[in-house]
């Protein structure tokens, strides 16, 4: 049997952004898992790294490896677009720059890890005590949480269940043999598509693959109707519930 933590996080506005992109700043609807990590990471005290050396300090590079998330969007999240005058280091004018920010975010976060990460997130949301600000994406982007909850659950087979959580996808770049197939349960049920740099630990080292991840939009549910592979991920079964969560 897991323990999985949950909590509810949303904000104002969110900058996820989009590492790939130089020229202007293109925001993503969700977070990756590493920007996951962060927010965990500020809530119990563990930094990326405060030197000029490694990216990673070991303390975070091991709550990644241990951790696996689940996630779940409660809102209809929206895009604004909107321009700055930068000025030029090379020529006496300015040019403008794109920019975009995320509008009322609001996701539910799952949790599986392992000790001492989980005794120490489960006092800081408990007594509501964060050692360092959580944020979504910039330091102009504040988030609140709130309904946290500790459960238990069981590992599942995703066919002919329910979901509404995001689903990792690795059919593109990492497993050519990974499928599913999924069906609206509601009219209307809508599902974005992105692609994130993901990380993850393989034979011991650190990974990065852009991996498609599906996203139900405003708990939309999906029936999975055939599932095959799932190397980074899997589901789980939460006691007295009917839907399915996916970790990654």
Known sequence: MLKVIS??????FAAFRDPSVTANQTVYYIPSKSAVIGILGAIIGVKRDNTLGDLYSANYLQLLKVTKIGLQVNSTPKKITFFTNHRSLKEAKTKPFKSEILENPDYTIFVVTEQPFYEK??????????????????????????????????????????????????????????SFEAAQVETGARIFVERHLHHFFENGTLQARVLKHWIPIQSSRLHIEAYVGG??????????????????
Do not use: M, W
């Open 121 to 178: 997130l489960t006092n800081c949301l408990q007594e509501n005590r964060f050692e360092y600000s959580p944020y979504f994406g910039h330091a102009y982007c504040p988030a609140r949480i709130s309904e946290f909850k500790t459960f238990e659950a069981e590992d599942d087979l995703p066919e002919d269940r329910y979901t509404s959580s995001v689903i990792l996808d690795l059919s593109e770049t990492y497993d050519t043999q990974f």
């Open 231 to 248: 190397k980074l991920s899997s589901f789980i079964q939460p006691r007295d519930k009917e839907d399915v969560i996916c970790i990654y």
């Open 7 to 12: 909590f509810r996080i949303s904000g104002d």
